[in-house]
């Protein structure tokens, strides 16, 4: 069966240090993969969503980036943390095809201070 | 669409009785559908999916209920429990892009 991690589950960061949030998937091979971030009591927002290896594509303009340095590991960066960057990140996986379930990790809480 | 910057609507449910959370889509080209429970502090969690050749899907005391004419997605939980208690997110997904587009989400509270 397939799994999805995503660490830390916790953080909390100061104004303008740098972020790694990774999230790896097991039991499936090439798969879509997401990044989302959820503002308390909001909705869920894409950020990032990638369809293999070194494809980014960005869905709103921010303070952050993301990486796939492996076809399961998908990585959530900022280089200088901002205030509203706190939130709720999640990881998701699906398919690579249309009309799939995404499956989302556990989350991460980021608060910067 | 997307929900950002926009707070939550809230249900409130006695124990015991029935349930009904209302999506409308965006997309008229849409053609699979899918509701996500989220509980606190924790990620979404997968609760029944439909497509579009389908108006209507049951699973364990959950309907999904799909009207295409006027792009209404509902579910509807049968006997509703303090366990249900959590934010429920439609989704829906346009076939031509793969991806998924979340609704505002909706908070159901049950009340003991």
């Known amino acids: 069966s397939q799994t999805i991690h995503q660490w830390p589950a916790t953080l909390v960061q100061p104004v303008g240090s740098p972020l790694s949030l990774e999230c790896t998937v097991e039991?499936?091979?090439?798969?879509?993969l997401y990044w989302y971030r959820q503002a308390a009591g909001r909705g869920l927002q894409l950020l990032f969503y990638s369809v293999g290896i070194g494809q980014i594509s960005s869905e709103v303009p921010q303070n952050l980036s993301a990486s796939r340095p492996q076809d399961r590991q998908f990585i959530l960066s900022s280089k200088k943390l901002l205030l509203s960057d706190s939130g709720f990140y999640l990881c998701?996986?699906?398919?690579?095809?249309?009309?799939?379930?995404?499956?989302f990790g556990e989350g991460s809480w980021l608060t910067v201070v | 669409g997307e929900s950002v910057g926009l707070h939550l609507p809230t249900l409130s449910v006695q124990e015991g009785d029935n349930s009904i959370i209302n999506c409308a889509y965006s997309n008229s080209a849409s053609d699979y559908f899918i509701w996500y429970k989220q509980e606190s502090g924790k990620g979404p969690q997968f609760i029944i999916d439909?497509?579009?050749?389908?108006d209507k899907r049951q699973g364990q005391r959950v309907t999904v209920l799909l009207n295409k004419t006027v792009k209404h997605l509902s579910l509807q939980i049968a006997a509703t429990q303090p366990g249900d208690s959590a934010v429920y997110f439609c989704?829906?997904?346009?076939?031509?892009?793969?991806?998924?587009?979340f609704g505002q989400g909706t908070t159901l509270q049950v009340k003991p």
């Open positions: 989704a829906e997904s346009p076939g031509n892009t793969g991806k998924l587009i």
């Open positions: 039991g499936t091979s090439n798969p879509n």
């Open positions: 998701a996986w699906d398919r690579s095809v249309s009309g799939n379930t995404i499956y």
């Open positions: 439909i497509r579009s050749n389908m």
